[in-house]
């Protein structure tokens, strides 16, 4: 099967296109697409460091990195847990704040420009699709043949 054939593929190149225009316009402000995410997952009230993670689907490495990264901007400040020191709270600085709202800014105004290129069957459909690839990808384990062992 020809790689520009596979749903894979497609997939791929949609976020791809996605993300790299969510830097482009992101690094106008001064952060990225990862660093906007971030910021658009952190509360008022402190984030747990493992629920970014979890809501963010970003892996631990790479999430220490961009909050280090946060905190050098100043966006963001961190503070470990008066019971727990293992537990570690995320804060957005008056500089944070700024920046989370021009990041939910632009992920509105995209989702707002996508949303009005498609009918309501069309993202209704999408959505459903994108909801059964994501069902399927869970459920999928590859099959090992006796030759592959």
Do not use: C
Not at 124 to 143: C, R, T
Request: charged residues 25%.
């Amino acid at each position: 099967m020809s790689q520009n054939k596979t749903i894979d593929y497609f997939l791929k190149a949609a976020w791809q296109t996605v993300a790299n225009k969510y830097n482009t316009i992101a690094t106008q402000y001064g952060f990225t697409q990862a660093a906007g995410y971030i910021l658009i997952n952190i509360h008022r009230e402190g984030t747990p460091v493992s629920q970014i993670a979890n809501s963010t689907g970003v892996k631990t490495t790479s999430l220490s990195r961009v909050l280090a990264n946060l905190e050098s901007l100043g966006f963001i400040y961190r503070e470990a847990s008066d019971v727990d020191k293992r537990s570690v709270k995320v804060f957005l600085t008056p500089l944070g704040v700024e920046k989370r709202k021009i990041a939910k800014d632009v992920v509105k105004g995209f989702n707002e420009f996508l949303d009005a290129q498609f009918s309501e069957k069309e993202r209704q459909l999408l959505a459903n699709m994108l909801v059964k690839i994501n069902d399927l990808a869970n459920k999928y384990e590859p099959q090992v043949t006796l030759e592959e062992k």
